[in-house]
């Protein structure tokens, strides 16, 4: 089983939707996804990641699907700047940081973020369970074997998010040292042992190489 995080086109925020710099973005990245190929394509429902997305559902000819959970977090706290873009400088300093398990404490946004958290990690489990990748503590267990390759287009803050959760990671430390560029893509497999259990490799982060198909996103991609 593979799955592929996939950040939305540069953004025009105002609008809702990608740049022309953004469908550039897109069109390369759908070109590079053609030789991968997708079994499943997932999607927010805001309109940056359905613009980006519908570049590559044409160009693979997949259907995709809107999962609400994929939305990106939007908090009630105005702090001026996005969660996951917070100064991280005063954090590390402190002598003990958060283990995976209590990130949310002496992290000051982190109560409002705790239920955004537990959003996105059941939304994601129970599309898992779909493919036959029972949540089971820490691990999965495996129903059925899956070969399937799928992909979600979101948002930078809800992909980190959810990286946090499937690597045990705590989550304000993934926010200080992670980035998620406009279309870049992370790449997990699931990695399946003898004792009928399933855990997530993290195999590529951010991974940008599509962007070597810029210049010909531009010119008509051939059927």
């Not at 469908?23 to 759908?30: I, N, V, Y």
């Not at 805001?46 to 994929?70: M, N, S």
């Not at 994601?124 to 990748?133: K, S």
């Not at 004792?195 to 070597?212: F, Q, R, V």
């Amino acid at each position: 089983m593979e799955v592929m995080l996939i950040r939305h086109a540069d953004p025009n925020y105002r609008e809702d939707t990608i740049t022309e710099r953004g469908r550039r973005e897109a069109e390369a990245l759908a070109l590079s996804l053609r030789h991968r190929g997708l079994d499943d394509l997932y999607v927010s429902p805001l309109g940056r990641a359905q613009e980006t997305c519908r570049y590559i559902a044409e160009a693979l000819k997949v259907r995709p699907v809107t999962l609400d959970w994929l939305r990106e977090i939007q908090l009630e706290v105005d702090l001026g700047y996005a969660p996951w873009d917070f100064p991280g400088d005063d954090y590390l300093s402190r002598s003990h940081l958060p283990s995976p398990d209590k990130w949310w404490q002496g992290f000051e946004i982190g109560e409002p973020l705790k239920p955004h958290f537990l959003k996105i990690a059941r939304g994601f489990d129970g599309l898992m369970e779909d493919y036959g990748y029972r949540k089971f503590g820490n691990l999965y267990k495996l129903e059925r074997p899956s070969d399937k390759r799928i992909a979600l287009v979101a948002h930078g803050g809800m992909i980190m998010t959810l990286l946090a959760y499937l690597l045990h990671w705590p989550l304000p430390l993934v926010y200080i040292h992670c980035t998620i560029d406009t279309t870049g893509v992370t790449r997990l497999i699931w990695r399946e042992f003898d004792s009928g259990y399933a855990i997530p490799k993290l195999m590529e982060l951010n991974d940008l190489s599509h962007l070597a198909y810029l210049d010909e996103a531009i010119r008509p991609v051939s059927p």
